[in-house]
């Protein structure tokens, strides 16, 4: 699929050629698989900027929303990785990290883990480095290596290209469990990206 950027139902612009319902301004229409994928990008785009705000009560008991039906991560718990899955879940995402570790596998081996979305990420064929710049909306975005306990994983919702429209330079992300809430950053440079002075993105997770 080529790398471009799209217009969210909220309005947000992105640098660089525009894809709305997976047509790009050249008028021709997409293969019908890539106008499925951009619409589930978009709905998990718009469902993580509806919940910019969402705060948490106090201990890290995280909205009940976001605490899947059957799988869900019990209440109190550090909530970045449920929140990604939740958007993931709602956005339409067919196949994605579990929330639950297999019967005798590791506890570090689920969703709830931060860096477990970039093991999963490597071993699905998901993973993209973040010297690729190779990032879409839609994509989780790891800070951090698996199995590190301090990390953290958020959502990105927006992209901005180069002048060729194919190299990604910035993203804007969705994160849950920021300082207690869901926050909306601003546009930062891909180069450097971090969730805190020491904690460097490492890549992205697609969801397809």
């Excluded at 995402?93 to 689920?110: A, C, I, N, T």
């Excluded at 480095?129 to 290596?145: H, K, L, Q, S």
């Excluded at 959502?155 to 809430?181: C, I, M, P, S």
Aim: a neutral charge; charged letters at 25%.
């Amino acid at each position: 699929m080529t790398r471009r950027a799209m217009r969210s139902t909220l309005g947000v612009v992105l640098a660089g050629a525009l894809l709305i319902a997976g047509v790009p301004a050249s008028g021709q229409a997409q293969p019908v698989e890539d106008q499925a994928e951009w619409r589930v990008r978009q709905e998990i785009v718009d469902h993580a900027l509806r919940e910019v705000g969402q705060r948490e009560a106090k201990g890290n008991y995280y909205p009940e929303k976001y605490q899947q039906t059957g799988q869900g991560v019990l209440r109190p718990a550090e909530w970045c990785g449920v929140f990604v899955n939740w958007a993931w879940t709602t956005g339409g995402v067919p196949d994605k990290p579990s929330m639950r570790p297999e019967p005798g596998g590791s506890v570090l081996d689920q969703a709830h883990w931060a860096t477990y979305w970039q093991k999963w990420g490597k071993a699905n064929g998901r993973w993209k480095d973040i010297g690729e710049r190779d990032v879409e909306p839609g994509d989780a975005v790891v800070y951090g290596n698996y199995p590190d306990m301090h990390a953290h994983v958020g959502l990105v919702v927006e992209v901005k290209y180069d002048r060729t429209g194919r190299q990604a330079t910035h993203v804007r992300t969705v994160e849950g469990n920021f300082g207690d809430r869901v926050v909306y950053s601003k546009l930062r440079p891909i180069e450097g990206l971090n969730a805190g002075r020491y904690l460097q993105a490492t890549g992205f997770v697609s969801p397809f």
